[in-house]
């Protein structure tokens, strides 16, 4: 009862709001299933198809790997012979996942299809119709270039996944002639996928955290109100508008809808419309995967809507990568310490730990009353991890990784670092190159003085020019070299960005 009213007392200024607070709970079997989804794990074109790659899914360790007919297919990651992790092993060339341990291979249904330790061929296929020998095979599906996995394995769920569809962008299926999308980016970040949505469901914080990128924290903090348009659904989350809205924009709606996918529309008055179709799969206690872009409707007239800040430009893959780092590591600290603490205080409640007086906080109560009282309160991670956030990481600086929580999973970005790399080196060989014949042209003009032929004659144009572009090139292959520190890197603090 105490929950309740100080429930009432957070959301203020709206009725139909306030009324829900008071809605019937649904019944156990209807709680939100967590298991029974789709998620988006990996941007298809990003991954190498070459090799198996590790990842996790609500604490379970999975391992996607693509097989010889060109499929995406996503394994729990052990081999069952001697539980080793088969993202170690190897996609071979007639599409089969080998195990690095003792060579065992898995075809594309999990079934191992050759032990060559067995005595005999005859032994060796017995074996190899053991259910007992076959991999745990997750559902797996490509919908607009995202490689998505059922989070659960066996028959009953290849059959129960066929019956549900992802949470498509579903303005990519329609309209195609008026629909453009950015490159899709994704970055494995340190905070868990309720503090994601929770982030994502509060734009009041955007003009502050993301000072200078979107916004400015000391005009753009203004008053506004969050109208709810869709009421809390077991299965289809809610949306809320913001009212009122700034500048151009005529309607902005969050649309949060479970588990995975937050959808931002703001429409201009002249019906030109920009989408970000935010991803945040839960990984582990503490982390989640982020897969987003931005979705541009044109209007009537074809005009295109501006993007988001720089992002809306039309930049290369890779540096749509890079640069994303500027955006996510304003918010990405704080938001790791954030759960943590309140980890700590709640005690079993968020809104015991929490204070919410305005109503810009509604669609993130919202997010936490769905969570609580239709979600199980909160994601059944898989026995080992217990539920247990981690401990705070005390040493800040580990936050701010880039390899490892995309560069070393992106082959864009990764080509894209070889060929920087390769240019630094040729700009500093081709600087020394220049310093050289500098040095050579002014030798020169040294022993035509020794020999009198001018007391008082400065070296040659072509000194000046080759001295010019031996110091350009250094100069280029060292600010080379400072950006290519971006794909491993990116420090950021709020009290230096003024």
Not at 139 to 152: D, K
Not at 160 to 186: A, C, G, H, M, Y
Not at 280 to 309: D, E, M, Y
């Amino acid at each position: 009862m105490t929950t309740d009213i100080k429930l009432l007392g957070n959301i203020q200024n709206n009725n139909s709001f306030n009324n829900s607070a008071n809605e019937e709970l649904p019944a156990a079997s209807e709680i939100f299933q967590w298991t029974k989804q789709w998620y988006p794990v990996a941007v298809v074109e990003y991954l190498d198809a070459s090799r198996p790659h590790a990842m996790q899914l609500l604490g379970k360790d999975i391992v996607l790997w693509r097989d010889g007919s060109g499929q995406w297919r996503c394994f729990e990651d052990f081999c069952p012979h001697r539980l080793v992790p088969l993202s170690e092993g190897r996609v071979e060339a007639d599409g089969t996942l080998l195990c690095a341990y003792h060579a065992w291979r898995f075809d594309a249904q999990g079934n191992c299809v050759n032990m060559p330790q067995s005595k005999d061929e005859q032994t060796a296929v017995r074996n190899c119709e053991n259910q007992k020998f076959c991999a745990v095979v997750y559902p797996t599906q490509e919908r607009q270039g995202l490689l998505w996995v059922w989070a659960e394995a066996g028959e009953k769920a290849q059959e129960e996944s066929q019956l549900q569809t992802p949470r498509i962008v579903t303005e990519l299926e329609d309209n195609l002639d008026r629909v453009e999308k950015s490159p899709w980016n994704f970055r494995d970040l340190p905070y868990g996928w309720d503090y994601f949505m929770e982030n994502v469901c509060d734009p009041a914080h955007v003009p502050v955290s993301h000072h200078g990128i979107v916004g400015d924290r000391y005009k753009d903090s203004k008053y506004y109100d969050m109208i709810p348009v869709r009421h809390i659904s077991t299965q289809d989350g809610f949306a809320f508008e913001i009212q009122p809205t700034q500048g151009n924009i005529v309607q902005a709606i969050h649309d949060f809808q479970p588990p995975c996918y937050m959808k931002i529309t703001s429409t201009s008055k002249d019906g030109r419309q920009l989408i970000l179709a935010l991803y945040a799969t839960p990984t582990r206690p503490g982390w989640c995967r982020h897969i987003g872009c931005q979705v541009f409707v044109k209007n009537s007239q074809g005009k295109k809507p501006q993007g988001l800040s720089f992002f809306g430009l039309p930049l290369p893959i890779w540096l749509v990568h890079v640069l994303a780092s500027l955006f996510l590591h304003q918010d990405m600290v704080f938001l790791h310490y954030q759960e943590a603490i309140i980890t700590q205080k709640r005690k079993g409640k968020w809104l015991d730990a929490v204070y919410t007086p305005n109503p810009q906080d509604k669609m993130v109560i919202a997010l936490r009353r769905w969570l609580e009282n239709r979600a199980g309160g909160g994601i059944p991670w898989a026995e080992a991890y217990n539920n247990d956030i981690p401990q705070a990481e005390k040493d800040k600086q580990k936050l701010f990784d880039v390899w490892t929580t995309h560069t070393q999973n992106c082959t864009v970005c990764q080509n894209a670092l070889k060929n920087i790399n390769r240019l630094t080196v040729l700009s500093y060989v081709a600087a020394t190159v220049c310093l050289f014949v500098a040095v050579i042209l002014d030798a020169r003009t040294v022993a035509m003085q020794a020999v009198g032929a001018s007391l008082f004659s400065l070296p040659p144009i072509g000194f000046w020019l080759a001295l010019a572009a031996g110091i350009l090139l250094a100069v280029l292959g060292y600010q080379l070299k400072r950006f290519s520190r971006l794909f491993y890197v990116y420090e950021f603090e709020h009290a230096h960005n003024d």
